[in-house]
């Protein structure tokens, strides 16, 4: 089967800094990858699909790049609103989630 | 508006059955494949089991293969996970969530349920 990573896994980052997450897949997936963001005590939300489609009504300060087996969801400017744990899911065969990453403000 | 309810969670003793059901509106519920996912409490985010369109295609994560079992009615609009031989490492809020896009291939999941919370305990 085939696993997923995350790293980090928690992060810490002021208000208008840029971040970037990477995933990466045990084995290749072309771009069958998504990214998901999950607020407290909420439902997972998708931001991105095909590594760097971004999903409708999703800001444009998140954007995804990657092909193969590594993967990236970048915030190019880190806002209050956007503190929540981020997930990577591999969509091709049995989809799968990475462990995720928190996102804090500092 | 897309609507995805779950219902039948509660608590089980280890070893017994449970069946959750989802029921779906807003869409053409027949058009699209359909997954269950779980997440235990404080952690992540599990994909337990997928089925297609036309229930031809089904996928189990090996944790749940042999105990679980997906189906769906596309007359009723609904989808539902039997869920057998319980054990306390299946306690989690199972979410139904809807694919993408319609038709055969693999997508993303772009609706999610509000979840319903299956608790394994003695």
Redesign the interface.
Known sequence: DIQMTQSPSSLSASVGDRVTITCRASQGISNYLAWYQQKPGKVPKLLIYAASTLQSGVPSRFSGSGSGTDFTLTISSLQPEDVATYYCQKYNSAPAFGPGTKVDIK | EVQLVESGGGLVQPGRSLRLSCAASGFTFDDYAM?W?RQAPGK????VS?ISWNSGSI?Y??SVKGRFTISRDNAKNSLYLQMNSLRAEDTALY?CAKS?YYGSG?????Y????TLVTVSS
């Open positions: 997954h996912v992540g985010l599990e994909w997928g996928g994560a090996d979410y993408h693999s997508y993303p999941f772009d999610w349920g509000q979840g």
